[in-house]
């Protein structure tokens, strides 16, 4: 089903806003779930948020519910993360994922592939 390319990330002060992309190559974008996780150093891997193949579901961890937002462009082949309210406990290597089916799942094990990652550091 091809790569996984995020962007997007970078250094924000708190209480900033980033927006990441993930930039899916190949065909079938559409019949699969997306997530967006991250990972800070010394910590496992958390589900971030994830969005339905067609954009009819998502879901969002507690911490980051009401400040972040997931969408996709199936017609793009990608997929978002608004971030606003940053905060440095958001600190973290981003990653896009892609489901093992159009549904979205919170846990990593719900994903089949993934991107690189893109770094997201929040000062205080």
């Known amino acids: 089903q091809g790569q996984l390319v995020e962007s997007g990330g970078g250094l924000v002060q708190a209480g900033g806003s980033l927006r990441l992309s993930c930039t899916a190559s190949g065909a079938f974008f559409d019949d699969y779930g997306m997530g967006w996780f991250r990972q800070a150093p010394g910590k496992e891997r958390e589900g971030v948020s994830c969005?339905?193949?067609?954009?009819?579901?998502?879901q969002y961890a507690e911490t980051v519910r009401g400040r972040f937002t997931i969408s996709r462009d199936n017609a793009k082949n990608k997929l978002y993360l608004q971030m606003h309210s940053l905060k440095p406990e958001d600190t973290a290597m981003y990653y896009c994922?892609?489901?093992?089916?159009?549904?979205?799942?919170?846990?990593?094990?719900?994903?089949?592939?993934w991107g690189q990652g893109t770094q997201v550091t929040v000062s205080t």
């Open positions: 969005i339905s193949w067609d954009g009819s579901t998502t």
């Open positions: 994922a892609r489901a093992q089916r159009t549904y979205c799942y919170m846990t990593a094990s719900g994903y089949k592939s």
